[in-house]
């Protein structure tokens, strides 16, 4: 099923530890889109570029099944731009440049055959251009999830509530369900998130995995433990594209679905920061990620 | 089989967001024998306290089959006193008092019973008097587990490696795996920690659950998501007594009961924390402890 996806498509320049790139394609949906490409050949995007954006990148993602049909195009202008630097401890990074160019004015016009997409990923963005896609919707999707992040909580809370109220699921990491809910403890944090709308949540804790919140069920989807991390950029991301392009396959929302999608999403991720940017997940097929989903099942199976 | 622990016996005082307490029994081989006393009723205790010690609280370790021969009381002198505030993140503390005492020239002295133990858990001690512990046994043990801190690293790291090329199993946590290793990617740490001496790794990372690593194999243990935690002192050394006391008892030390072992130490330490010091785990029983097991099998549980 049709699976719409609205972020940042862009260039970024990173530097972690392990190395340094200078302008590398990048952005939320990008990732999202890539990432769901495996499980998914109906995505429908929904972004903004300048002209000074690479052909050859949007012709990938064409052939990956992403429809580039709701991608503005905007002559003369640049391409929004992030430069980032990671710590020695790399769940933290420093944002160093951000040049938002294109995206300043963003107004993101659904296409028709978008507006009756049965999946929609929200990427991480200004919560009014979220609020924008989910306004053009023609039929409510069977299922809504939104990536958001602590920016938007720290400046515009109350509008960020009024998206978080009509979505599915919400993604963010464990200090945002800290600062969203007011709540020290995850459990707590997740019941309280639920009195704001969501039915799920996904709390995403870097190399610490993720944790899938539903009712009184919780799940555990562990990180790999990796030998090489070199750039962990894009990896909630990618892990998102994962995790709605299975469920956009599976075309059931169930716990055990979502369950599985969390581990499909985890490996992507796994993939994503062996290499900068997009390296890793681009050149993947259906094997290598059935093989690292295996290895998830080994890591956490026990019998007692 | 008989398993042998050192660590102190002690007073704590803490205070964390969710409360305060000024004078409880605490301990590292407090915490390790009452959680290994709900495996194991071989328990041979090596430490020393001052003669301000509550005879009630030795007198319950001794009914949990913790034999106390071992156990130096000092005349006119006063317990090992420790006293840390959490921060709001409870994965740091603050270390406000430490009050060696009776510690300060401790000198283990084995009594010939235990000297034949089969198994050993060196609690986080001076790696002097870890030493001087396995010294005294008469025949090497089937396993020897240690713990350490970074303390230990930062001040005796030459004589703390002797004693880690002792040992089966070291269990430290993700920031000592790297100060141990100098190696930032745990799984890259885990393989230079081998090259050191032990042959199984655990890293314990608090509220993330904590991973074994033999050979290439790596298990992930989770924590179990608690909707109260209010005091994380000793749920490491109550990790660790469940762990050694579930080894002791199962006999073998393949790697697929040290993954049981480390389910056992995960559900007994998320007991720990629901409370302040030994509160929450002194009255706990065998079907509270299994209930919790199966908690932790359902919380990974998934099939593709």
């Given at each position: 099923m049709s699976l719409l996806t609205v972020g940042t498509v862009a260039f970024d320049a990173i530097e972690t530890p392990f190395g340094k790139v200078d302008k590398i394609v990048g952005g939320a949906a990008t990732y999202i889109s890539i990432a769901a490409s495996y499980f998914n050949n109906d995505i429908n995007l929904v972004s903004v570029v300048g002209d000074d954006f690479p052909n050859a990148d949007l012709n990938d993602l064409k052939k990956r099944g992403v429809d580039l049909s709701?991608?503005?195009?905007k002559k003369g202008e640049k391409s929004f731009f992030w430069s980032g630097k990671y710590h020695d401890n790399m769940n933290k990074r420093d944002t160093l440049v951000t040049d938002l160019n294109v995206l300043a004015d963003f107004d993101p016009v659904l296409p028709e055959a978008y507006k009756k997409s049965d999946y929609v990923m929200l990427g991480n963005l200004t919560p009014a251009v979220q609020k924008r896609v989910l306004d053009q919707m023609k039929k409510r999707p069977k299922l809504v999830a939104m990536d958001t992040m602590n920016f938007w909580m720290d400046i515009a809370m109350d509008?960020?509530?009024?998206?978080?109220?009509?979505?599915?699921?919400?993604?963010?990491?464990?200090?945002?369900?800290?600062?969203?809910?007011?709540?020290?403890?995850?459990?707590?944090?997740?019941?309280?998130?639920?009195?704001?709308?969501?039915?799920?949540?996904?709390?995403?804790?870097?190399?610490?995995?993720?944790?899938?919140?539903?009712?009184?069920?919780?799940?555990?989807?562990?990180?790999?433990?990796?030998?090489?991390?070199?750039?962990?950029?894009?990896?909630?991301?990618?892990?998102?594209?994962?995790?709605?392009?299975?469920?956009?396959?599976?075309?059931?929302?169930?716990?055990?679905?979502?369950?599985?999608?969390?581990?499909?999403?985890?490996?992507?991720?796994?993939?994503?920061?062996?290499?900068?940017?997009?390296?890793?997940?681009?050149?993947?097929?259906?094997?290598?990620?059935?093989?690292?989903?295996?290895?998830?099942?080994?890591?956490?199976?026990?019998s007692m």
């Open positions: 709701g991608l503005q195009i509008e960020l509530k009024t998206v978080i109220k009509r979505v599915d699921i919400l993604t963010i990491n464990d200090e945002e369900a800290r600062q969203l809910s007011g709540k020290y403890s995850l459990v707590a944090a997740a019941k309280e998130i639920f009195t704001m709308g969501p039915k799920f949540l996904v709390i995403k804790k870097g190399e610490h995995g993720a944790l899938l919140f539903y009712k009184d069920e919780i799940f555990y989807a562990p990180a790999m433990p990796l030998e090489t991390v070199y750039d962990p950029t894009g990896a909630g991301d990618t892990f998102a594209g994962g995790f709605m392009g299975y469920m956009a396959q599976s075309g059931r929302a169930s716990f055990a679905n979502m369950k599985r999608a969390m581990i499909y999403g985890s490996a992507l991720a796994s993939f994503c920061v062996e290499q900068f940017g997009t390296e890793a997940i681009k050149p993947l097929d259906k094997k290598q990620i059935d093989e690292r989903v295996k290895q998830f099942a080994k890591l956490v199976q026990f």
